[in-house]
T-cell receptor, first 114, second 116 residues
């Protein structure tokens, strides 16, 4: 168990809808990362938050947004969903201030858009 | 830009065989970090090892060993005496230092199947 908690495990929704994925980092980790794993793109970095602030952005679509709350949990919001957004979404966390510390991933949320 | 190549898409072995998973990386940064993650059929990503660019020492952990060679930009992973439980997808990943740390670039993964 990595200590990173993601909910829900599975999500099935229709095109055009909006969903929210939730992540609780490991205790003590201030940084949260979101990754997308799809068959055609593989594992891709989406966005990073550190202590409530956006720190780095990857290939995140404008329809997607994220935030990190004062209790450090994070949410990834996906809107106007398309079939191609079906993927496994991972959240990871790490200790900040210790460059080189590994990212620990949650079990992922499997999103299916029909 | 960073790039990670795992040339082996799939590997199939019989239990107790040794198997090496190849990883070649590209980066212009002098400070970087290399990782291996395992994704079993259940889907989670399990951290296996991290190595920084200044430490070329090979590492052994039980049946697992890693060979980091800067001269060839490779970070290969060997499983000795493979077991059925080793069946999984294995990902090699690269991160550079500084503010981009945490932005992992993953290889496409190698599917390892260990047959009894």
């Amino acid at each position: 168990d990595s200590g990173v908690t993601q909910t829900p495990k599975h999500l099935i929704t229709a095109t055009g809808q909006r969903v929210t994925l939730r992540c609780s980092p490991r205790s003590g980790d201030l940084s949260v990362y979101w990754y997308q794993q799809s068959l055609d793109q593989g594992l891709q970095f989406l966005i990073q938050y550190y202590n409530g602030e956006e720190r780095a952005k990857g290939n995140i679509l404008e329809r997607f947004s994220a935030q990190q709350f004062p209790d450090l949990h994070s949410e990834l919001n996906l809107s106007s969903l398309e079939l191609g957004d079906s993927a496994l979404y991972f959240c990871a966390s790490s200790v900040v201030g210790q460059e080189g510390s590994p990212l620990h991933f949650g079990n992922g949320t499997r999103l299916t858009v029909t | 830009a960073q790039k990670v190549t795992q040339a082996q898409t799939e590997i199939s072995v019989v239990e107790k065989e040794d198997v090496t998973l190849d990883c070649v990386y590209e980066t212009r940064d002098t400070t970087y970090y290399l990782f291996w993650y395992k994704q079993p059929p259940s889907g989670e990503l399990v951290f296996l090892i991290r190595r920084n660019s200044f430490d070329e020492q090979n590492e052994i952990s039980g049946r697992y060993s890693w060979n980091f060679q800067k001269s060839t930009s490779s970070f290969n992973f060997t499983i000795t005496a493979s077991q059925v439980v080793d069946s999984a997808v294995y990902f090699c990943a690269l991160s550079v230092g500084g503010t981009s740390y945490g932005k992992l670039t993953f290889g496409q993964g190698t599917i390892l199947t260990v047959h009894p």
